[in-house]
């Protein structure tokens, strides 16, 4: 591939900007083209706009597409790549459903183009610097975990005002949000065995679920609590969306919504100067889908590798309407 390379972006709202500022950060990629249905959109983030991204790929022919659009879109845009044998970056969450996000790898795999998911949570560097001394037995063996999501704009006759289409998502929270987490936890502690769900709907004005609470069991029999809703935002705010901790035989690493890290009442690392999403971490995921791109790695979050993350989504959703924990097994 010659340098830089020529991407293309399909949709322009509102975290495709945090996308296109990150790439504007990477040397070896110029964002050449865009697409959105809503052409004036389009115009703003590349030299060529287009709202048809079939005739996008058709007419700009780039050495990758960043797909930034909603679900529902995902699968239609990765078959376009496919066709086009062009690799592709791919938003969460990764599809409508399972039967789509199998499709969409086994798509990508036919032809023979490299599918990454965009999903940054796991890059936030607070996250890496808990593998990093998790690794160096800081806490000794890991014995469990817990994550406490929140977020105030889920509440009143008009929540998600930066993302009004939640409102209409007959599965938000694990779905949208969540998802998140159990990436995150994936990386951190390994695939995950079973998993049992409660979910309800506390603001009547949105179809899906608002609140959650999640139990996890790893293949390494690491358990794990995820408990989310989006009605108050963490004290004090910061970035992380919430606090998380991790327990072992020796100690514990606690991180703040502030992206610090402390250990018991000392804090031990503190996050790098503010700059891009929530710790650079879609800069992080981008460079990484270059970086591999580069140099014909395998990416962390590629499709196939993503499905299992996916897979708990499913299951967690399942385990919810049974009443009944779930081996995710069954998802494999």
């Known amino acids: 591939m010659q340098l830089p390379l020529r991407g293309a972006i399909a949709g322009c709202g509102y975290f495709a900007r945090f996308q296109l500022e990150a790439w504007a950060r990477i040397p070896e990629v110029r964002i050449v083209a865009a697409a959105d249905p809503v052409l004036e959109r389009a115009r703003a983030f590349a030299p060529a706009a287009y709202a048809s991204a079939a005739e996008m790929l058709e007419r700009e022919r780039p050495d990758f597409l960043d797909i930034a659009t909603r679900p529902d879109t995902h699968f239609e845009l990765v078959s376009l790549a496919a066709a086009h044998r062009i690799p592709a970056i ?26 990454m998911i965009h999903e940054n949570w796991r890059w936030q560097p607070w996250y890496r610097e808990v593998a990093r001394r998790i690794a160096r037995g800081d806490i000794g063996r890991p014995i469990g975990y817990w994550f406490h999501v929140r977020q105030r704009d889920g509440l009143g006759p008009a929540p998600y005002p930066r993302q009004p289409y939640f409102v209409q998502m007959p599965r938000l929270l694990i779905y949208e949000t969540l998802v998140h987490q159990i990436d995150t936890a994936r990386f951190l502690f390994g695939d995950i065995a079973r998993i049992y769900a409660e979910v309800r709907r506390v603001n009547p004005v949105i179809a899906g679920e608002d609140q959650a609470a999640l139990l996890l069991r790893h293949v390494w029999d690491i358990p794990g609590l995820i408990e989310s809703h989006r009605f108050a935002d963490p004290v004090p705010p910061g970035p ?24 018991g009442e000392e ?9 891009g999403y929530r710790g650079d971490s879609v800069f992080a995921t981008q460079r990484h889908f270059i970086e591999c791109l580069l140099e014909g790695r395998q990416f962390e979050t590629s499709g196939r590798e993503y499905l299992k993350t996916f897979a708990a989504v499913e299951a967690a959703y399942e385990s919810a309407a049974r009443a009944a924990a779930v081996n995710l097994s069954g998802w494999q």
């Not at 035989?249 to 250990?263: K, P, Y």
């Open 267 to 275: 804090k031990v690392w503190g996050p790098p100067p503010e700059q």
């Open 240 to 263: 992380a969306m919430g606090e998380a901790c991790f327990d072992g035989e020796e100690g514990s690493l606690l991180v703040r919504a502030t992206g610090e890290i402390f250990s």
């Open 90 to 115: 791919c938003q969460k969450p990764m599809a409508r459903d399972w039967t789509e996000a199998v499709r969409m790898v086994e798509v990508a795999e036919g032809a023979g183009i490299p599918l």
